[in-house]
T-cell receptor, first 115, second 112 residues
Framework: AQSVTQLDSQVPVFEEAPVELRCNYS??????LFWYVQYPNQGLQLLLK??????LVKSINGFEAEFNKSQTSFHLRKPSVHISDTAEYFC?????????????FGDGTTLTVKP | DGGITQSPKYLFRKEGQNVTLSCEQN?????MYWYRQDPGQGLRLIYY???????QKGDIAEGYSVSREKKESFPLTVTSAQKNPTAFYLC???????????FGPGTRLTVL
């Protein structure tokens, strides 16, 4: 069994400020980790993913996340946010091996960037 | 353009009626998924299919049914047995052994 906890349901922040969206997970087997972003009334889009290798992964729009195995965390960070970053963000874990592809999602964090 | 299409975007049905939501992908992905999204509850897996003519129940399959007769298509039927069907439904797909999922735009179902 696996689970995902997003520690903040809402994060308000001013434009150009840094932000961290926290994600903890639990699993009895190895997992892959993902962050997705959802804009209102749309589907989810992949933001970044950790499969293996370097524990720090980055997206093309300035977000980054670090896989911390000892703390079972995969927090999402951005040093300076824009109004356009306002959206809902979901952390997800997927089991590796035979059950690869079956994901568990967190409840989401609503990021609101204010001018 | 490759992608996933869901239709319709908005759907209204009377209580007690079955309704089928469409999901089509042209990404040549083997695996497809259906999720339900309710406010503040994230995504919950209804059904998934790793290959044609095979599918498995997810966490909340009761009151739903699916078929996977073609690789490109994975329709979801919301039956009258589903007690609270009003929700936002998302379809997704992935390469069979890749775990990155590609999502459709969603269908918002309202049961009156």
């Amino acid at each position: 069994a696996q689970s995902v906890t997003q520690l903040d349901s809402q994060v308000p922040v001013f434009e150009e400020a840094p932000v961290e969206l926290r994600c903890n997970y639990s699993s009895s087997v190895s997992v892959y980790l993902f962050w997705y972003v959802q804009y209102p009334n749309q589907g989810l889009q992949l933001l970044l993913k950790y499969l293996s290798g370097s524990t720090l992964v980055k997206s093309i729009n300035g977000f980054e996340a670090e896989f911390n195995k000892s703390q079972t965390s995969f927090h999402l960070r951005k040093p300076s946010v824009h109004i356009s970053d306002t959206a809902e963000y979901f952390c997800a874990v997927t089991q590796t091996g035979a059950n690869a592809g079956k994901s568990t999602f967190g409840d989401g964090t609503t990021l609101t960037v204010k001018p | 353009d490759g992608g996933i299409t869901q239709s319709p975007k908005y759907l209204f049905r009377k209580e007690g009626q079955n309704v089928t939501l469409s999901c089509e992908q042209n990404l040549n992905h083997d695996a497809m998924y259906w999720y339900r999204q309710d406010p503040g509850q994230g995504l919950r897996l209804i059904y998934y299919s790793q290959i044609v003519n095979d599918f498995q129940k997810g966490d909340i399959a009761e009151g739903y049914s699916v078929s996977r007769e073609k690789k490109e298509s994975f329709p979801l039927t919301v039956t009258s047995a589903q007690k609270n069907p009003t929700a936002f439904y998302l379809c997704a797909s992935s390469m069979r052994w890749s775990n990155e999922q590609f999502f459709g735009p969603g269908t918002r179902l309202t049961v009156l």
